[in-house]
């Protein structure tokens, strides 16, 4: 039995309604994209946490280019923490190799000024949804965490209706 999907829906401000949606995993990418279309997301930063660079998606990040950092790897380690620029077009692919490689914990964002985005490696005090909307860094940021089958969405209320927001999630099938 499939597990249900726990999606909580916050505003900047922390009020939140969380939805039970049937259905839906988190390993069912085509679900997790439609989360992005609903959203019109885009110039969207990746976070991913322990991740090895013997991946598919580290060698896919590295094979197309795609504007990446990793955090220095620790002494006989060849696991590093790492943010990445994701091109709209190649989302679907960047998910779906996460979770063949087993990847626990993804946390997106759009950045509105995308030439900002190598900071936030470095500088971890942004890497808060409350705070990147807050400071008016990012209208979405989105976690996942794939063994909870948990989405967290914290959107910006001065661009998104929330209500319209939730409607369209409720509507996912």
Not at 59 to 75: H, I
Not at 76 to 87: A, F, G, L, Q, R
Request: contains cysteine; negative net charge.
């Amino acid at each position: 039995m499939m597990k249900k999907l726990k999606v909580s829906l916050l505003n900047s401000a922390c009020k939140y309604k969380v939805i039970e949606t049937k259905n839906i995993d988190c390993k069912n990418i085509s679900e997790i994209i439609k989360i992005f279309e609903i959203l019109n997301f885009h110039n969207i930063v990746l976070i991913t946490e322990h991740i090895s660079k013997d991946t598919d998606f580290y060698k896919f990040v590295c094979e197309n280019n795609l504007m990446s950092v990793s955090t220095f790897e620790k002494a006989n380690s060849n696991i590093v923490e790492t943010v990445t620029v994701i091109p709209e077009n190649c989302l679907g692919t960047a998910i779906k190799l996460l979770l063949d490689d087993d990847q626990d914990f993804m946390f997106f964002f759009n950045l509105e000024q995308i030439t900002d985005w190598q900071q936030y490696l470095y500088n971890s005090n942004y890497l808060n949804d409350r705070k990147l909307l807050n400071n008016n860094l990012s209208a979405v940021a989105l976690s996942i965490v794939v063994h909870e089958n948990v989405i967290r969405i914290c959107i910006s209320p001065d661009i998104y209706n929330i209500e319209e927001i939730l409607s369209k999630l409720n509507n996912i099938n």
